[in-house]
């Protein structure tokens, strides 16, 4: 009982909550785009992969009920902390001092995480949602990104994603107690690999796919 009065009743706890679950979810991301590269390898490779993975349900389906309450738990405790902080600091004084080497990325998270649920749910229904009974997933996307402006809101999409990583990353190392001169440089920089690794490489497929058709 102590635990989760810790966990949900402390701004620490919240904070571990949010790394906790921000580390999935990076987790998850990486195994996505990892996925997206068989895309490069054909339609046909691609389809065997999704079919592959169509296959393993349920356990597919419980994986994804997981990955959803881990995302409704970091967006609700998201949420939480915005207001707590607002209401900590009615003013933007302090923001404008900046004087904790506040970031474009750090000063926007709450802004991004937004625009990201809406991405997620776009994303899901064009591509989740639909019936991929008559049309394999390689064809629905070609003929999705075969569209520019969708292919510029998809890119788009990814520079607010990698934006929302850039700062995520190393922050939950710092909510964990790793917070250090000697380690913090390097954490800082595998954040940034990060941030170009998954802003590049999801950005990549709808740029390939529109380039192909």
């Not at 995302?71 to 900046?98: C, D, Q, S």
């Amino acid at each position: 009982m102590n635990g989760y009065r810790f966990l949900l009743g402390s701004s620490v706890g919240k904070k571990i909550l949010m790394a906790a679950t921000g580390l999935c979810l990076i987790g998850f991301l990486a195994v996505h785009l990892l996925g997206n590269f068989m895309a490069f390898a054909g339609p046909g490779a691609f389809n065997d992969y999704a079919a592959k993975l169509h296959s393993l349900q349920p356990y597919f389906t419980v994986f994804n009920i997981g990955l959803a309450a881990l995302g409704l738990v970091h967006i609700v405790v998201g949420i939480i902390l915005f207001f707590e902080n607002l209401k900590a600091r009615p003013t933007n004084y302090e923001m404008y001092r900046n004087p904790g080497g506040r970031t474009l990325a750090s000063n926007t998270m709450p802004y991004t995480g937004l625009l990201i649920i809406a991405f997620v749910v776009m994303h899901l229904l064009k591509f989740t949602f639909v019936d991929k009974s008559t049309t394999p997933i390689f064809q629905l996307m070609s003929a999705a990104f075969a569209n520019p402006w969708y292919v510029i809101l998809y890119v788009a999409a990814m520079v607010i994603v990698a934006l929302h990583i850039n700062h995520g990353f190393w922050s939950l190392f710092q909510t964990i107690g790793v917070n250090h001169p000697r380690y913090m440089p390097l954490i800082m920089t595998l954040g940034l690999v990060a941030t170009f690794v998954f802003g590049i490489g999801f950005a990549s497929l709808p740029i390939y796919l529109y380039l192909i058709n």
